[in-house]
Structures are given as C-alpha cells and as structure tokens.
C-alpha cells in the first residue's frame, strides 16, 4: 500500500503556505469577506434577537460546524452542543459526481455558498492541493459510480407541484420555472444546480431517506416514498435534457379485438408520459401500443388496474397481466400479481372502436392508494446526444484512490464523516486540542485562510459567537433542560420555520405563500403547521415523540408534511412535556366512567350531527361529510392529554386564538340540556370516554346516510342543482313513465335524457353540498353543448359555438301544465320560445317528445334547429333517424328534416317556418 | 299498542293538557317570573318541524293573507297557514312551490312571490289557484354560478324603489371565478341588473334599516377579521377585493375599480387611502357574540315587540342566537353597537323576520355548519311577554366618550360609579388570510360617568378612544332604580369615525 509520509506532507504544506500566501495575495487573496458564510437555518433566523443571546448562537454554530468533532468540548459545553453528523460517504460515489467533489474539495465555499463543510486544503499551493483534492476524489468515487439516468419531463412537473407544496421551501428557496428571478430568502438554502453534483437515481435515493446519508437530519426524511422522490428529484435536475419514458405506435383501423401489434401496420410512433389516448389525435378506429420500463420500488403483491373504453391489455415483462379484449363501454379490470422490487417492462394495448375513447393504467402499492402507474415508468441511461456534451467518464485510478484513503484519514476528513470501506470504519488520524485550550483567533477562525488548519468564511457575528460560546463554557456549568432545551432543539432543526412557540418562529411573511391547503375554507388553521405553544400540555408524550421520530399526517388538508426527524431529538417530548405540564390546571377526569357504556354512548350522541354535531367539521376515520373536514376525531385520545381536552373543549379561544372551533359551553354553560342534565363536565368526560375507543368506537349518527332517491309517482317532479353533464344551472324533471331529462339553463339546451330512476340528491342535501351530481338512472344520453337555434346563410355555415347568453339567448322559466310537467320558457331576438317535453306512449313503453314553439314578429328567414347532433347519423328503415349507437330521433311525416355533415359532425337541421308568426317544431326521442 | 282509537288519543292528550295546566297554575302564585332570564321577557315558541318535511328555512315572507311562506334550502316553498296559532304543534306545512334551487330570498310583490335562488331571482305564482305555483318565471340571471357550494345568493325584500337587492358570494372564500361573484347587485321589476358594490365575501343574510338603507352580514374569513354588519352603500367596496375584477364589466355603472387595498394593514388605514371601501358598521366579536353571522331584519313593530323599534335584529347560525344592533351615523357612515338578545333557538338560526307587527319569526338549519341549536332545521317564533326586560338601550359615541341609554332607569350611585364599566378595545388585521386575531389592545380610562336627571342614560367620559377599534364594554356593576342588574350587561361598539 502506498502511503503519503505524514511528516512530509506537513512540511510541504508548511513550504506551500508561506509560498501561498507571499503568492496569493495579488491574485485569489481568499477571506471571509469574499465567500458566503456557512448558512446554518437557525442562526439565520434568530441571530440578534433576544431569543438567541451571542453565547447560544455560538453554541449552535459549535454543533452545526461540527467544531467539536477535532476539537473537544468538556464539561456542560459538550452537553450543550448538538453535534450535526457529516454525510456518511460510504456510498458516496453512487450519488455524487466525482467532477462535483473535485470542484467542491478544492473550494467548498466557492462551490456551495453557504456550505458547512470547512476548507481545508486552502493554503496548499495550487499543484499540491489539485494532487490532493485528486486522490481524494478518486478515493471518494472508488465507492461507487453514478448512474445516470434521464429525469422525466411528467415527474418533474409532478415534482414541482411537490417542491413547492410538502415543505422542501421552508428551508430551501423557490425554483420558479419561468425564468423569473427570486430573491434568496432568509433562513433558507439555495439548492443552485444540484444537476453539477446528482444524477437521478441517487438524487431520489437521497431524498427518499436523507437520514441514510445524514443522520444529524437537519435535511429531514420527509416521508415522501418513492415515486415522490423520483418526481421532486426530476424537477430539481430539471436542467438535464428530459425523457419521455414511454414509447408508442399508432395502427389505424376498425377493430374488434385487439391487433397483432408485431404484424401491424403503424401509422405514427412518438414518446409519452402516461398510458393515454390523448397521444394521437384519432377518435375512432386505431389501436396503440405503449412500451417503457416499470422502476418499482419494494418486492410485494401488486394490484393493477386498467380501465378502457374498447378493449386493452396490459403486459409485465412480456407476460399478459390483464386481459380487458373487445369492444366494450368503459370498465375496469384489474389484477394482483407478485413482483419484486427494481425493473420490469411494461407494455399497454389499446384499441378504439368508435364512441368514446379512454385509457386508464392504474397499480396499488402494498398497502397504498392507487396511483397511476406512470408514475414508476423510469427512462433508460441518458441518450448518446446528451452524453456527447457531458465531461469525459471518469476513470478510477487506484493508485490514486489508496492515497486518497490515506488522505482522508490523515487530513482529518475522518473526524467528521463516517466512512466504511468494506465494512470497516476509517479512523481519523488528526488530532486537534480541545476547545478550552485553543487561541481563538487563529486557526478555523481566522478571516483568511491559515496553514495547517481547516477554514470557515464566517461572518463577524458568527465568529465573535464561538468565540464568546467557548470562552463563556465555564459560566454555563448546566446541562439545558426543560424550555431551554426545547428552544434549543426548535432551533438547531429549524422547526420554527413551519411552527410558532409562543413569540419564536412561525411561518414567516416571505414565506406565507407557501404553505398550501386543500381546504381554503379552513383558513390558517387548514394550511399552517400548528403553533407549538403549549404542546408539551396538548399532546401525550409517547405522540410527541412518535411524531418527532416518524413524521405525521394527522391534518391531511395541511400540504405541508411534518417530516421524520429518526432518533435526533430524544429528549424532546420529555422535556417539552416538563416545560409546559403546569400550563393546564389538573381537569375534573371522570376516569371510573371512562369504561362505562351508557356514559360513553352519551359521547356518542354528542359527537354526532343531532348532538353538538362535531362531525360536521371533523373526519371520523375514512368517513367524511363534505364540507370541512378537519383533523379526525378518531386519532383525538391517541394524542391528547386529557387534562388539556377538557378545557380546551369548553373554550377552544383560550388555547388557539382565533380558532374556528365552537365551544358548545359558552361560560361554562351546556348548549344541550337533554344530554348528561346540561352537566358541562361529564358532558366533556362523556365525549372523552367515546374517543378513548378510537377507531374501535362506533361511528356516531349523521356521518352516513344513504341515498335520497327522488321519485315521480304521479306527476313530474322538477331537481334544480348542479348536475354533471348539465351544468350548474340545471333544471331536472323526472316523469311517472321512468324517463327524465335535464335542461342546462345556461346553454338554453336539453343537455341529457335517461331511463328508470331519476335522481339521488343525497350529495347536495347532505353536509354543504358539494359537486356535481350525475343522473340516477340508466342509458344517459348527452347532448352536444350547443344552441338549440342557429340562422345558417349558406349550406356551409358552421353551427354557432359562442355561449347562449352571448348569442342573445334568455331564460325566462318555466310553467307547469297537466301532470306538473315544465313548459322552459326562453328567447333569443325577438323569437320567443316554449319548449315542451312529454313522454309518450302506452303499456310501460314510452319515448320522450319535444315540441318546440317558437313565436316572433319578424318570423326570420334560414333558422335552424338543432335535431340531433353525433359522429354518425343514420336513416333508419322505418324512416327514423339513428344517431351513432345511441338513440333514435324520429319527425312527423311532413318534417323537412336536412341531414349534413359539418366539422366532422353528422346534424340533422330542421328548417323553422312561421306560419303567422308561429312555427312548431315536434321530434321523438327512443332510446 | 300500535294505535290508538282517535278518541281515545284526544281524551288522552286532553287529560295530559288538563295535567300540566293544573300543575303550571298551581306553581303560578308562588313562582315569580326570573327578571334574569331572557325568557321573562320574550318567550320562544318552537314550531314542531313535521318528520317528512325538511325546513332548512332559508327565508321568511309574510304574505296579506297572514300566512307565512318558508322557503328551504332543499328548494321548496311551504306555506304555513296560521303563523300565530296558540301552540304551535298545531299549525300544519303546505308545500306551495317544490324544485328550486336553494332559495335564499323571498319578497312578496302584487300577488308574485320572489324567490331569490342560486342561480337567479324567480317570481312565482299559483295561476289557477290550485295552492300550488305553477309559473316560475325567470327576473334575472345576471350574475353566473360554477359548481362552488359556496355560491349562494340571498335575497331582500323589496326596497322603496321596487329593486330586490342580492348579495352573491365568492367562489369558496377566496375568489371570484365567475361574473359578480363577491359582489351586491340591484334587479329591478323588469329584471334590469345594476351592479351595486362590490367587496362581498360569504354572506348570511341582508335587510333593510327603517330608513330603507339596506344591510347585509359578512363572515370572518379573508379581508374579514370578524363576522361584521355591514352598509351596502351603493357604489361601495365592502373589503374583499376578490371580485373586483369584474368593475369592468360593470360600464362604470359605479365608477373604475377602487384601489387594491394592502394586506395586513387596518381597515381605518385602508379606510382612509381607498374612498370607495366602507369599513364594516358593527363587528360582531368572534366567539363571543358570534360565529356565523346571517339574517338582518328591522324592527318595525312600533313597540309592540318592546323597547327595541327601529334597531336592527340579526342572527347568528352558529350560536343559535339572535343579536341586537342599535346604530347611528357618523360623518355620513353607519356604526354601532351590537348586544345579546336571545339565546336557545332552535336549530343554527338563519333567516328572521317581523310579521303582524308583533311577532319575530327565526327559521333555522345546521345543514353543514354546526350549531348550538341541535335540531337539523327549526322555525321559532318570539313573542314579547310585555314585560320590560333592563337592558342597555342604545350605544352612541361622542367626541370624549359614549352615551348609553338604558331601558328603565338606573340607581344613580351604581350607574354613577367609574368601577361600574370596564372598558377595553381592539381590532383586527385587515388581511388576506383567513380571519384575524384581535389585536392592537388598548384599555382606555373612564375619567368620569353622569347619570341623566331621568336616570335612563349615563355619559360616559373616556380618554384615548382608539379609532377603528371594537370598544367593549362591560357594565357588570350598573343597577336599575330597583336593583336589577342588566340582562345582558355588554356591548360592543365599534367606532369607525370618533364624532367630532
């Protein structure tokens, strides 16, 4: 083995600093003022206030420049000091570029402004250091070699919907994608070009367990899994040239089943990023094939799921998982199969017949939702284009790499990152004096760069506050305990970034914007992480520490994640629990009632809607009213200390200003006398004991009910609401004879009819009413989005587009004749309109029929109406008129009905003519 | 037993009648009626909500055949024949109209009822006289809805012009997605729509003052700090700048766009740079009057419903109450006090209104918003007993301090007494955010308090009254000529403008 003799390294070094410096200073004169400081979260934040005096930032800055990792503190010093492991670099050369560590070695500030990482080859002449910097890095990638691997362009859109919305920007600036500048942020770390030092593969495999790499988790593990991983990688290697991931042929024609795809003739092939029809511009009569690689992350059952309209199949390494041939309406099939974890190809065959078109390739992890299965698609290696501009492969020369190793032992790189080579542990051969016997204004802390020591560009501040943390050790003989520490902890991992605890940290102005909800309505409450005042009285402690070490989704409207922090912050719960236990006076407990049944099923009926109606904003479980829908009642006992429940429950405001949250107790006093006899406590107790049973308790009334089924028995009846396919200003009118229709009050158009049950209001008579509700009943036909009238010039002229209103177009209601049934009342010029529905018909046979009566002054020329409107219209033999394969429309004999083609679209026109100015138009539906 | 012969049921309800009222006039001469509780004063009647029914009661209109139409959320009208009905188990529920849309508005005009529904405002009539409508013809759709819940649209009576006046909300809490969301809109009978103010967030109600001003309650949520009361002064910007957007499609019916008012500032501050933004006339403090501000009605019985004629009444969906309003103009704006009034209705109380000159009548739901009133959909009727309750009259601010009046007159040396009050204000951020903290605390000084000669007022006397705060005060210590403390001892004013 070749090694670096230590003495002559030395003296070298000594020769090449004085050289370096007599050298230097004309040309690259390196200090503090020229490089950006170590960036460390917490000192950004609260340097210079009052919540972090000078000697507590320099205790900080002692653990997060890892000081005392070559020079040890002693006594309360070393207590006080969270040291923040280095990388572990066992693995080092999978996941950073050995160009970046070459740059990054021989001027970590210059390379990564703000880097933690001190230099330490900065006084060795430029020769020397290039050899050092060289075998280092020849060491440092022998571990390893960086895959490259194409980002796609689908998961770096994903990923920046994820960049911007879980958290990565409480600690990290924005990337905006458009080109436009951002200011860097306080507090917050540029990510700059993490394409210079990653590629994909171990990009994602970092973000998807930082913790392996950086167990000190000032990066947290943000539970992201790992097809989040992949997607917030891609968007921050967005500079990198992009992949597709998949790619597909087209082969036009009319199938019944699907084709041979090896014998077919393809039309087009191209790339794409999701399993869908939207590649080509066909509607009818063509079949696709998708092919990609799969990337999955775990061995386990699978479960796929593909959902077409016609048929389509799905192959896994060549092997039919899904068979879902033929013509066919829309349906899923789906399948489980074993797979294990890494690459498998994946192909999808489609075929469209004619009517509509869809494609959906959906798999569900073990244990997770579904999600579509594009998300695992990987790309191959980088194309030959995009490798022909990289930098020349690096070659590993092992000579170099032995020397490296020796390098790193004896330079000192050893004493900060954890490094195993073939299991064995590499040892630091550097030894540095303790803290309390160092001059403390050499050496690190020097403003330029000194022989024979690591450097720092700090800041003034920052050196006067290690300086004062070092020399003040002795006046700070304690350990930190309770508040203190807490504070401590709440700042080294930048909680205060996302939380408040009392007057410290919370979301910030600049970076307000960023913390996003799916619930608007909820306010900050439903987008802002909770404030920590108090938390040690709020939560059990076994919570807070589940919480702290493994991440949580309690408030899953918060898009924000609260991140796994591992083993980092163990004395967390304990000590926030002591800071804050005196915070709530002990609660009247009804303990000995807890386990009774009629006491708990008094809870119950409080939780419930005909209660205190809890659930009107709160989740139980999976199960939801629409609406609010905050943090589950049945994860409440799991959490919360109950001496904090009882009197936040009678008044909320105390403990959460501003919250939404009602108390049902105003001054005490119970709202609902019937329950418990109005008592205020064991009402309290009563809720308490019902929500110590968590998921086991049974759901409370009001959270499910069925259907509300609107019946016409003997006249029509009328549902005016928001209905799918109709618009929001549908009116919908259900007849005796089991059909329905609706009329779209906006597009002045008889938007759908359909057969047997009419419709549930159950979605908008329920909780707040949210959506859109389709049709009940069966064999829903819709109709095209357009006016029912047009004025057409030449034979030619297109079917107008514009919206109704802008057409001229007005409502005017409707009236009820015979039965209840609505005549819709419009106008458009000075044509009024009366438009009629009936069914028609005997013995439990019915058709629907129109009659349109138009009345006008001007009785104007060339107006058309709008009989029917599909891809296809045909004459049927007994003189109706079948459009595609969905209905039939059939005139009275005398109608003077012209059938066209335009824009694809097959219309039969009825031409309007005023007799005395009135015309009357009549045409049946049977479908 | 699964049923009971009719005669039998009669007999045995009349024996259980004839019970109860034996016990009731048996407590009667030793009970005195408990001068320190709401229902000493006004009694409330519940109506027992048929099971096949819902009346989710959206709005109230009482029509010149004393009957009282209920429109729903659910988008029937019913009909109740005998509103004033000794007990109200006995009144009974037609279904006049069925198949709206969420009807947030009734207005009765020349044998039409109006119907204020989400999608447009609708006049109805029963043309055959059947007892049930049968032509729904269309006023005005001239403001556009999307599929958001939260697209309601409320309705008011008829102004003194003949114009129906709807308030329509935002889109969710935050924007305006389509035209006039966020914004007031006058229709008048021939369904023209003038554009009216703008600045609307998600309100509960509107009604008018006896001056025929016209009022609607916004919620706390974005650009409100609080539930507030407030002026739809046309040509106004009520604060939440969301559909502002839509002052160019207006044709300058009522001037450009105001300014884009700062986030986070105060609504005074703003107030000041932003001519067209009308800060609210009366916060309702959140929680303590209220969550959930909703229906606004004048009392214009003349003083058949007691003391109160003139003030405004609004309720308050998520308490289950109804609060007092007592206003006053200063430098030209609306602002005012508002006070308890009743508590315990029975579902989320929404809709209210005075019929026969005597009567409130507060229909309820707790359809997707909670309440403290359990019951899934209410209508409650208050009567007044007669008695005078002891309460703060009216609230009005002077340069130095405020005059309130009381309805009886008060032991001077109680009333007389600076320990008697506490007085603290705040405000709220004006922001973009959800709702606001109270801040900017403040604890002026009652220098001194004089009683009037008649003891029905007491002036008091303040130094550092705080513009554009909420001034709270608490008159725990005040007592009537006979010793009766006040039965809601609190008011909160909020003095936009200090009379100067």
Redesign the interface.
């Known amino acids: 083995m070749m090694r670096v003799s230590k003495r002559s390294f030395v003296l070298r070094s000594l020769l090449a600093s004085l050289l370096g410096v007599l050298c230097t200073i004309q040309l690259t004169p390196l200090s503090a003022a020229d490089l950006a400081p170590p960036k460390v979260l917490g000192f950004e934040r609260l340097n210079g206030t009052p919540a972090l005096p000078e000697i507590a930032a320099g205790e900080l800055l002692l653990g997060e420049l890892n000081c005392t990792s070559c020079h040890a503190a002693d006594g309360a010093l070393a207590s006080r000091v969270d040291k923040k492991p280095a990388p572990i670099l066992s693995d080092v050369g999978n996941r950073v570029r050995p160009e970046y560590l070459r740059g990054f070695l021989n001027d970590p500030a210059a390379t990564k402004a703000g880097t933690t990482m001190p230099n330490v080859l900065a006084t060795l002449p430029e020769e020397e250091r290039k050899e050092v910097v060289e075998a280092l890095v020849h060491f440092l990638s022998s571990t390893g070699e960086v895959e490259d691997q194409a980002p796609r362009k689908m998961n770096a859109n994903r990923g920046e919907a994820l960049y911007g919305s879980v958290g990565c920007l409480a600690c990290h600036d924005p990337r905006p994608t458009d080109g436009s500048l951002v200011p860097a942020l306080k507090a917050s770390i540029s990510l700059g070009k993490p394409s210079r030092k990653f590629a994909l593969p171990g990009l994602a495999k970092f973000l998807e367990d930082p913790l392996a790499v950086r167990p000190g988790a000032r990066m947290p593990h943000m539970n992201l899994g790992q097809a989040d991983s992949v997607a917030i990688a891609s968007f921050l290697l967005n500079d990198l040239e992009m992949a597709t991931g998949l790619e597909f042929v087209v082969v036009p024609g009319s199938f019944t089943k699907l084709p041979d795809f090896s014998q077919a003739k393809v039309a087009a092939t191209g790339e794409a990023e999701d399993f869908t029809v939207d590649v080509t511009k066909l509607k009818e009569n063509f079949a696709l094939r998708f092919d990609g690689q799969i990337d999955l992350p775990i061995d386990g059952e699978y479960e796929f799921f593909l959902y077409s309209d016609d048929g389509s199949r799905l192959l896994i390494d060549a092997e039919v998982v899904i068979d879902h041939d033929g013509v066919h309406a829309p349906a899923e099939k789906s399948k489980k199969k074993k797979l294990t974890a890494g690459k498998h190809s994946v192909a999808v065959e489609y075929f469209e017949q004619s009517g509509g078109e869809e494609l959906r390739v959906q798999v569900k992890l073990p244990g997770a939702a579904r999600r579509p299965l594009a998300d695992f698609i990987v790309a191959g290696k980088k194309s030959e284009t995009s490798a022909a501009v990289a930098p020349p492969k690096f070659a590993l020369n092992l000579d170099l790499a032995v020397k490296g190793r020796d390098l790193f032992s004896s330079l000192g790189c050893a004493s900060c990152h954890a490094m195993k080579i073939s299991g064995e542990p590499i040892d630091s051969k550097l030894t540095s004096k303790p803290l309390s016997q160092l001059k403390l204004e050499s050496g690190c802390l020097a403003i330029t760069p000194q022989p024979k020591t690591a450097w720092f560009p700090l800041s003034e501040l920052q050196r006067k506050a290690i300086v004062a943390a070092v020399k003040g050790a002795a006046s700070q003989t304690s350990k930190l305990v309770g508040n203190d520490a807490v504070h401590r902890q709440l700042t080294t991992f930048n909680c205060y970034a996302c939380h408040a605890r009392g007057d410290i940290g919370g979301v910030d102005e600049a970076h307000d914007a960023f913390f996003l909800t799916t619930t608007k309505e909820m306010g900050d409450e439903g987008r802002l992480p909770p404030p920590l005042t108090g938390v040690g009285a709020k939560l059990k402690p076994e919570w807070t520490k589940k919480v702290v070490a493994e991440g949580n989704k309690v408030r899953p409207y918060i898009l924000t994640k609260m991140p796994k922090f591992g083993g980092n912050l163990p004395s967390f719960a304990a000590e926030v629990a002591a800071a804050d236990e005196k915070l709530v006076p002990a609660a009247p407990l009804a303990q000995e009632q807890w386990k009774d049944r009629k006491f708990k099923a008094a809870g119950k009926q409080l939780v419930g809607a005909q209660g205190l109606g809890c659930i009107k904003c709160h989740v139980w479980g999976d199960k939801a009213i629409p609406g609010i829908q905050a943090m589950s009642l049945t994860t409440m006992a799991e959490r919360l200390n109950p001496n904090w429940f009882h009197p936040y429950m009678i008044n909320p405001v105390q403990f959460r200003p501003g919250t939404r949250m009602p108390t049902a107790w105003p001054d005490g006093k119970a709202t609902l006398p019937s329950v418990l006899n109005g008592d205020t406590n064991k009402q309290v107790q009563a809720i308490w004991a019902y929500l110590l049973d968590g998921k086991e308790a049974s759901a409370p009334a009001g959270l499910t009910t069925g259907a509300i089924e609107l019946v016409a028995y003997d006249e029509a009846i009328i549902y005016r609401n928001f209905i799918e396919g109709a618009g929001p200003r549908a009116i919908a009118v259900g007849y005796p004879q089991k059909l329905n229709l609706a009329f779209d009050a906006n597009g002045m158009r008889l938007a759908l009819i359909w057969q047997n049950s009419f419709m549930d209001a159950s979605k908008h008579w329920q909780g707040r009413g949210v959506g859109f509700q389709p049709p009940l009943g069966d064999n829903v036909v819709k109709f095209p989005e357009v006016v029912p009238f047009a004025t057409l010039t030449a034979a030619e002229t297109v079917w107008p587009k514009e919206i109704a209103k802008d057409q001229g177009y007005k409502f005017r209601g409707y009236k009820l004749v015979e039965k209840l049934q609505p005549v819709f009342l419009y106008s458009f010029g000075d044509i009024e309109v009366e438009d009629f529905f009936e069914p028609i018909g005997s013995d439990g046979l019915f058709f629907l029929r129109r009659t349109v009566t138009l009345t006008s002054k001007s009785s104007p020329d060339r107006l058309y109406f709008l009989a029917a409107q599909g891809g296809t219209i045909k004459e049927t033999a007994d003189g109706g008129f079948q459009v595609d394969n969905g209905f039939t429309v059939r005139l009275p004999k005398d109608t003077k009905a012209v059938l066209r083609e335009s824009e694809g679209k097959s219309q039969l026109l009825i031409p309007v003519e005023f007799t005395n100015g009135k015309a009357t138009i009549t045409e049946t539906f049977d479908w | 037993m699964n049923s009971l012969p009719s005669i039998g049921r009669c007999t045995l309800v009349f024996l259980c009648s004839l019970f109860m009222a034996s016990m009731l006039s048996a407590q009667d001469p030793q009970k005195q009626p408990d001068p320190n509780k709401e229902e000493t004063y006004y009694k409330l009647e519940s109506f027992p909500i048929p099971e096949h029914i819902?009346l989710e009661a959206g709005s109230l209109e009482y029509l010149p055949n004393k009957t009282l139409a209920i429109s729903t959320?659910?988008?029937d009208i019913f009909v109740l024949a005998d509103p004033f009905i000794k007990d109200p188990a006995d009144a009974t529920f037609k279904l006049w109209a069925?198949?709206?849309?969420?009807v947030l508005g009734l207005a009765y005009k020349d044998g039409w009822l109006y119907a204020t529904?989400?999608?447009?405002l609708?006049r109805i009539k029963d043309?055959n006289n059947d007892g049930k409508?049968?032509?729904?013809?269309?006023v005005s759709?001239g403001w556009e809805?999307?599929?958001d819940?939260?697209?309601y649209a409320f309705g008011s009576k008829f102004d003194k012009d003949g114009n129906v006046w709807v308030v329509l909300c935002l889109t969710?809490?935050?924007s305006s997605a389509v035209k006039y969301r966020g914004w007031c809109l006058r229709i008048n009978e021939d369904g023209k729509v003038l554009p009216t103010c703008s600045g609307i967030r998600s309100p509960g109600g509107i009604g008018m003052n006896c001056a025929g001003d016209m009022f609607y309650t916004d919620n706390?949520?974005p650009w409100n700090g609080a539930c507030a009361l407030k002026w739809l002064k046309p040509g106004s910007f009520q604060g939440h700048p969301g559909g502002n957007k839509w002052y160019k499609e207006t044709g300058e019916a009522i001037g450009p766009a105001p300014k884009e008012p700062k986030s986070?500032s105060r609504m005074m501050v703003e107030a000041k740079l932003i001519p067209e933004l009308e800060p609210p006339c009366c916060y309702f403090p959140y929680?303590e009057m209220g969550?959930s501000a909703a229906g606004v009605v004048c009392d214009t019985t003349n003083g058949k419903f007691g003391p109160f004629a003139g003030q405004l009444f609004v309720t308050d969906q998520?308490?289950?109450t109804v609060m007092r309003v007592c206003l006053e103009k200063v430098d030209g704006h609306y602002q005012g006090a508002c006070i308890p009034f009743r508590q315990g209705f029975t579902s989320g109380a929404l809709s209210i209104l005075f019929a026969n000159d005597d009567t409130m009548f507060v229909g309820g739901t707790?359809?997707?918003?909670?309440?403290?009133?359990?019951?899934?959909d209410s209508l409650d009727r208050v009567v007044w007993t007669g008695e005078l309750p002891f309460e703060i009259h009216e609230m009005h601010a002077k340069k130095d301090g405020f005059e309130v009046i009381f309805t009886k007159p008060v032991d001077p040396k109680a009333a007389g007494d600076v320990a008697s009050y506490k007085l603290t204000t705040y405000q709220h951020i004006y922001q973009s955010?959800?709702?606001?903290?109270?801040v900017d605390h403040t604890t002026p000084t009652i220098t001194k308090v004089e009683v009037a000669a008649d003891g029905k007022s007491a002036r008091l006397f303040v130094e550092q009254l705080q513009e554009g705060h909420v001034h709270e005060l608490h008159l725990d210590g005040v007592r009537s000529a006979v010793g009766l403390k006040l039965l809601h001892p609190v008011a909160y004013y909020t003095l936009n403008y200090i009379p100067q």
């Not at chain 2, 409508?133 to 269309?138: L, Y």
């Not at chain 2, 707790?366 to 899934?376: C, D, E, I, L, Q």
């Not at chain 2, 955010?433 to 109270?438: C, I, N, V």
């Open positions: 819902s959320r659910r988008g069925s198949g709206l849309h969420e529904q989400r999608c447009e609708t043309s409508a049968d032509v729904f013809e269309t759709d809805i999307n599929g819940y939260h697209e969710g809490s935050f706390q949520g986070g929680p969550q998520s308490h289950s707790n359809r997707g918003w909670g309440s403290r009133g359990s019951k899934p955010a959800y709702g606001s903290p109270k």
